[in-house]
Structures are given as structure tokens and as C-alpha cells.
């Protein structure tokens, strides 16, 4: 009897997970089955599409020789979406499976109602599904069993990950990073990511040691080293970003009253001293293009070494991740068009944008969200700051930062 199995990825991902799945049956000479499966950055309190294996039977396969259920059942933290279907697909003789319908909760089913014919084989593929995070959620497989238990053993069919790892630091307002040290380049952030309820209202927020540089939902255009958010109220999925310029420990103070100053948490986190950028030589290289004075073709580099004088400066044979076309008017506007190639896929990235002298701190301008295979494009429009000279953009999402080099251009011949 042959129970042999094997998952394979459907269409281009851009990372990919292998899973070693062994099985071992009494007096059945049985190989360990390699499953490659998807992995899956999901977000966190909105739903978030994700890809699942295809399922394929070898032809003798017995696994299923009876009609009942397929289960797929999220890792601990997880829910599907509160509405839609996944869709089957089938191939093989006789071979029938029902839509699964998403409710929410860690489940979905799939009724079998005719069984593949075992001299034939058969495949298995899905489509649709979606998953989101809630506090807690670290990272684990996506499980298909059949009835319950698997003849051989469970499946995996994907890995799913919000991508924020570390934590939850705090009790009354708990919160989570996507990593815990970064370098000391002023821009290179961490990633504070507050939970969807907490007991207690929050006051401030501050740190020694480094600073906050903005945020989303209750700390969007909050900057500083101490930031009051009273009355307090948090909305669900508020993003808090913490850099630093100086190589060191920043501690991070979070705080709520009740009528009493109270201290809820105070968290470390490690800034390292950045790796000299090369301005020269082949990573130095972005392949600018002018086009007349007004505008610039400039190439985006992961996690490079930034200044805002001369944006992100790449190490030696550094990738690109796409570029931003940058464009000056002639009416006191910036026009950048955005074009990310091979980033982190099924991400959302905030683009921020640099004008240097006069607008250093870094101004969202909007997000553009990459499809599974890294690629995305987004289109912003933006004042020019009086006296600036050099503009560089960076794309932050995904738990890295990409960035361009500082681009000199001439506004109105000056």
C-alpha cells in the first residue's frame, strides 16, 4: 500500500518554506515525504491574502478512500477571514471536493464527496483563502487532516507569520516588535505594535536613549522622545516606530493612569553602529538616469546605511529592489513614481519621502502593496520644501527597509 504524498507550491512565491514530514507505519516500507509549502507574512486585525499548497496523491495513494472531511486548521493566534470562500481544485478520476466557506475561527472544511481512483492519482490545489493575526500570534504550519486524522499523518499546507516576533512586552498595554535591534542610522526602525485591547488607557510613551519618528493609527505624526496620547484611547493595530543616531541601548517607557502615574513597562532595545556605506564601485551604482534637470531614476537598496544628504548608500554588489523616478514640475511639486521589483510580496509598504535641506524627518506619503511575487507600484505628489536640493525615498514594510539613493535635482533652473 502506497501512502506517499507530496505538497508543491502553487504559482511563484517569493519565499518558500521546505517541512520534512516522516512517516513510519508497522510492517509498511514507507520514504520520508518532502512538503514544500508557502510561507505567509499575514496581518495583523485585518485579513490578509495567503497561499496553500497543492495537495498531490500518487497514483495507488489509499489516503483518501472515503467520503467525509478535509479540515485546514490555523496555528494558535490565527482566524480566517469572517467571510469568503476558498476555492478547490481538483484533478484526478472521480475526484471531488467541496468550496470551503471562511466563518472566521481557526477552521475551514472541505466536504470530499467521491474519492480519486487509486490507479490514477490525483492533485489537490486551493484559492482564496485569507487569514489575519490577533495579539499572541507568533508563527506556525497551516494543518490539513482528513476526518480529523490523516492516514500517515497530517499535512502542512502553508506557514503563516505576522512577522512580529518578540513580545508581548507589558500587561495593561501590551505590545510587539518585528525585531529588536537595528542600525543606529536614524532610520532603520524598530516596529512597536500595540494590541487590540488593553485594560487600561495609555499616557505617554517616551524613550532615552533613541527616538520616534511616527507611527499609524493613535501615534500617526507622533515624534519625539516622549509622545501623550491622552485620553489614551489606542486603535487596533497602532504601529509606533523607534529609531535612533546614536549606537547603544534605547529604553522604551510606556505608562498609564488611573488617577496615579503607573509604569507598565520599560523595554530595551539594542542600536548598533551602521557598516560604512561604498558610494563607489559596482554597489555604489543605482544606474541614475537623467532626464533634464528635473528628474532622476534612482535604484532602491534593502536596509543600506542612510543619511538624509545622501539617502541610502549601498555596500558593494548590492541588490536592487525596483526604483523611484523622481520628478520636479516647475510648479513647486515632486512627483515620485514608485516601482518595487522582487520586495517582500503580499506587503503593504509605507513610502516615505526626503527633501534635504529643510525636510528631514520622514513624511508618509502614502502605501502601495506588493502582489506575490515582490512587485508594486504607487504614484505621490508632494510640495517641494524652499532650498531643498537632494530627495531620496524609502519604502518601509515587511519588517526592512528599502531606500534610494539622494538624488540632486534643479528646481525652476536653480
Known amino acids: 500500500m502506497d501512502l506517499r504524498k507530496k505538497v508543491v507550491t502553487t504559482g511563484l512565491t517569493a519565499s518558500l518554506l521546505a517541512s520534512l514530514i516522516a512517516t513510519t507505519f508497522a510492517g509498511t516500507a514507507l520514504a520520508a515525504t518532502t512538503a514544500t509549502v508557502p510561507a505567509n507574512t499575514v496581518g495583523d486585525f485585518s485579513a490578509t491574502a495567503v497561499s496553500l499548497g497543492q495537495v498531490s496523491f500518487p497514483a495507488g495513494s489509499t489516503d483518501i478512500s472515503t467520503t467525509g472531511l478535509l479540515v485546514?486548521?490555523?496555528?494558535?493566534?490565527?482566524?480566517?477571514?469572517?467571510?469568503?470562500?476558498?476555492?478547490?481544485?481538483?484533478?484526478?478520476?472521480g475526484f471531488v471536493v467541496a468550496d470551503g466557506t471562511m466563518a472566521g475561527g481557526s477552521t475551514v472544511t472541505f466536504a470530499v464527496t467521491a474519492v480519486p481512483t487509486v490507479t490514477m492519482g490525483a492533485s489537490l490545489a486551493f484559492s482564496g483563502a485569507s487569514v489575519q493575526g490577533s495579539g499572541g500570534a507568533v508563527s506556525g504550519n497551516v494543518v490539513l487532516t482528513f476526518g480529523g486524522t490523516w492516514t500517515g499523518g497530517s499535512l502542512s499546507v502553508a506557514t503563516v507569520s505576522t512577522g512580529f516576533l518578540n513580545g508581548p512586552y507589558g500587561t495593561a498595554i501590551p505590545y510587539r516588535t518585528n525585531v529588536t535591534t537595528r542600525p543606529a542610522d536614524g532610520v532603520s526602525f524598530i516596529d512597536l505594535e500595540f494590541q487590540t485591547t488593553t485594560s487600561h488607557a495609555i499616557t505617554t510613551a517616551s524613550v532615552s536613549g533613541g527616538t520616534f519618528i511616527g507611527g499609524s493609527g493613535a501615534f500617526a505624526a507622533k515624534t519625539g522622545t516622549s509622545i501623550s496620547l491622552v485620553p489614551g484611547a489606542i486603535a487596533a493595530g497602532s504601529h509606533l516606530f523607534l529609531a535612533s543616531t546614536t549606537a547603544g541601548t534605547a529604553n522604551v517607557t510606556v505608562a498609564y493612569s488611573d488617577g496615579t502615574a503607573t509604569t507598565d513597562s520599560i523595554t530595551p532595545f539594542t542600536f548598533t553602529t551602521p557598516a560604512q556605506g561604498n558610494s563607489g564601485g559596482q554597489g555604489g551604482r543605482d544606474h541614475d538616469r537623467g532626464k533634464g534637470h528635473g528628474a532622476r531614476k534612482v535604484g532602491f537598496y534593502q536596509n543600506p546605511t542612510w543619511s538624509c544628504a545622501t539617502g541610502g548608500q549601498p555596500v558593494t554588489g548590492a541588490e536592487t529592489f525596483g526604483f523611484a523616478i523622481l520628478n520636479t514640475t516647475g510648479h513647486k511639486t515632486l512627483n515620485v513614481n514608485v516601482v518595487l521589483k522582487g520586495a517582500a510580496p503580499n506587503v503593504a509598504y509605507d513610502v516615505f519621502v526626503y527633501q534635504e535641506p529643510?525636510?528631514?524627518?520622514?513624511?508618509?506619503?502614502?502605501?502601495?502593496?506588493?502582489?506575490?511575487?515582490?512587485?508594486?507600484?504607487?504614484?505621490?505628489?508632494?510640495?517641494?520644501?524652499?532650498?531643498?536640493?537632494?530627495?531620496?525615498?524609502?519604502?518601509?514594510?515587511?519588517?526592512?527597509?528599502?531606500?534610494?539613493?539622494?538624488?540632486s535635482l534643479t528646481v525652476n533652473g536653480k
Open 72 to 93: 485546514a486548521t490555523l496555528p494558535a493566534g490565527y482566524s480566517w477571514a469572517t467571510a469568503g470562500t476558498i476555492t478547490t481544485t481538483e484533478t484526478g478520476t
Open 358 to 407: 529643510g525636510a528631514c524627518s520622514p513624511t508618509k506619503q502614502g502605501t502601495l502593496t506588493t502582489d506575490t511575487s515582490g512587485n508594486g507600484h504607487g504614484h505621490f505628489r508632494l510640495p517641494i520644501v524652499s532650498g531643498a536640493k537632494h530627495y531620496s525615498v524609502t519604502a518601509v514594510g515587511g519588517g526592512g527597509i528599502l531606500a534610494t539613493r539622494a538624488a
